[in-house]
């Protein structure tokens, strides 16, 4: 690998105005999971690596009562999140996603903000963090902003970042009692083929569907809202829906996109996607009991 230069920075501020001074030359290091095995391969080289992970604060996990929600710094690693009793009491599904990303050496390293900044469309939190409804902040030196997921992630390897702009944190809303979720994902390789997310709220009586949110991750360049296959499950009674299950499925692999390659054919990751909306729409319905 090229030699570069490491700056560690004691804040946020510092950070963006390292990165406006030597503009495409510098890249942010957070835990290096992605940045150092791009360089290393020689596919991209920077002269400049600004290390965020000296910035305090910014790998807090807290619970936001005022706003239901939880508060993530962008520094927080797949690890943290994977035993933190924060996420364990409040979200425990995302505990669930945390624990099956990549291995433990990854883990204890990579943060969930440079998973989600680097929008390799394999992620499974990105897929997780749609169908929440999570909110971005992003800050710079001059501006604070807040984004959706969607509009976050643009394209693969593309978040909407300006160039002198970090990500700060996330915040997720939790879901109400009466919603429980579900997560599915198939891999074949080191990141997922295929993944699925489940939302799913019931009426008081358990009886009938009142909401269903399914969002499908890696198959597209950025995880998407299955508005088809959640037309097909909403406003059913749960007996009705767990029919309508296979052709929600289908009509989410409609919407699907994917390409032919070492993962599999696009017929068969469409297949995998019918399969995955059916069994996480199951594992959230199982955990009303
Ligand atoms: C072997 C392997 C297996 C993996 N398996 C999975 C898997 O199963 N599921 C999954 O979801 N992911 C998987 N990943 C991806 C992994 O989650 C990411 O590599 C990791 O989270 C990236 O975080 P990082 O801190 O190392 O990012 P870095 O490599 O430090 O940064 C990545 C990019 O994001 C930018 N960046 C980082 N932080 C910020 C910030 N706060 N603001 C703005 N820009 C920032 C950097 O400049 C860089 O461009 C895998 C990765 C590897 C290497």
Not at 144 to 154: A, I, K, N
Not at 189 to 198: C, G, L
Request: glycine letters at 6%.
């Amino acid at each position: 690998m090229q030699p570069f230069e490491i700056h560690d920075v004691p804040s946020v501020q510092d950070a963006s105005n390292l990165l406006s001074e030597y503009g495409d030359n510098a890249r942010l290091y957070a835990g290096g999971t992605e940045l150092l095995l791009v360089m290393k391969s020689g596919i991209l080289h920077y002269d400049h690596l600004i290390n965020i992970k000296t910035v305090p604060g910014l790998n807090a996990i807290q619970y936001g009562e005022a706003d239901h929600e939880l508060k993530i710094g962008a520094l927080t690693t797949h690890r943290q999140l994977e035993r933190s009793e924060v996420v364990q009491r409040w979200l425990p599904l995302l505990a669930q996603v945390e624990r099956e990303i990549a291995n433990v050496r990854v883990r204890n390293v990579g943060t969930i903000g440079g998973n989600m900044c680097f929008a390799e469309p394999h992620s499974d939190p990105a897929t997780l963090f749609l169908a929440l409804g999570a909110q971005f902040k992003l800050a710079s030196a001059t501006m604070e902003r807040t984004l959706s997921v969607d509009e976050f992630l643009v394209d693969a390897y593309e978040p909407a970042l300006q160039p002198d702009e970090l990500l700060t944190e996330i915040r997720v809303p939790l879901p109400g009692a009466s919603t429980h979720g579900g997560y599915q994902r198939f891999q074949f390789h080191e990141r997922p083929t295929v993944s699925v997310a489940v939302l799913l709220t019931l009426d008081d009586a358990h009886e009938g569907i009142k909401e269903v949110i399914v969002t499908v991750g890696c198959v597209n360049s950025k995880p998407f809202r299955a508005t088809e296959a959640e037309a097909l499950l909403g406003g059913k009674s749960v007996e009705e829906a767990q029919i309508a299950s296979d052709k929600a499925g289908k009509a989410a692999a409609e919407m699907a996109d994917p390409s032919d390659d070492l993962n599999g054919s696009s017929a068969y990751k469409k297949q995998l996607v019918a399969i995955l909306v059916q069994r996480a729409f199951l594992q959230a319905y199982t955990r009303f009991d």
